[in-house]
């Protein structure tokens, strides 16, 4: 019988990253380390998230899928290689990271990568922080390559103010880069294919550039893909949860919760789910299976349970993703 699972977070640490995760979210980071990115929920050769509440702590959601692959998924599809198909992450942003992009699913093989589709979620936003996603309007792929050879490619790219709680969807084939003094809740397909235009004329850890994929970047570029905006929708409330949709996908839907102190909502049975903590805390109950979460933390729900309650402790946010 299969429950809500918690699993300990996986840090990356990345150039452009920082401590931010300890300051808002408690988390225990390695010491003296610039760490970019907590992967919250993972299942990849050598990062598959370990299970840490329950009677299968301390096996990995590879051994899961595995194991109980179909109680797992329900209708959901596995990622290519049998891999559970959604990929979390919180990533802290201190600079600025390089303007890229995810190749298409349709050149993805070809290009010897994987495509990636995915969703931002804004959870702490500095003064003026801002993401670059698209082309401006009017750029074309020729004066995109011509600005690429004179280190000024950056001017091509549609750059968007924002705040906490703003969402942007990124399907593959949109070029994009994170703006610094960002935390951001990030939801993808299971994919770590980046293709990098442009970094900054920055060096990595390792003291040298970081590798740049131009040929690969132009032939995943969507060059008609001009000024995308945020997401628009409102939210819905039905008694003391709010509910905003924020990503219908083949892969994946998104919506964003506010809860009223010691309110409760129900998640849809007989589908795999996760669900994430923004702000505040909440409780998840399924059976005898109770699950505890502070903002920072991630829970997956299994499609075999039949009946899931998210209570709000005071005022609460949270993330509800649902694997298709």
Sequence with gaps: MLYPFTFQPIFKDRIWGGRELARLYGKSLPAGKVIGEAWEITDRDGDSSVITNGPLAGKTLGWLMAQHGAELLGTAKPATGGNFPILCKILDAREKLSLQVHPPAAKAAALKGEPKTEMWYIADAGPGAELYVG?????????????????????????????????????????????DRLVIFEIQQNSDTTYRVFDWNRVGLDGKP???????SLASIDFDDFAPELVTTKFVTEGGVAKRSLVRDPLFNVEAW????????????????IVAATSG?????????VVKLAAGQFCLIPASLTETTITATGTAGLLRVEAN
């Design 210 to 216: 970081r590798e740049l994929h131009v040929a690969q």
């Design 281 to 289: 805390a909440v409780t998840v109950t399924s059976g005898t299976t």
């Design 258 to 273: 506010q809860l009223a102190a010691g309110a409760a909502g129900t998640l849809a049975p007989q589908k795999l789910q």
């Design 135 to 179: 082309l401006k309007p009017g750029v074309t792929r020729g004066e995109f390559e011509r600005k690429i050879a004179d280190g000024t490619v950056a001017d091509c790219f549609h750059r968007i103010p924002v705040q906490a709680g703003d969402t942007m969807f990124l399907p593959s084939g949109r070029v994009h880069a994170i703006g």
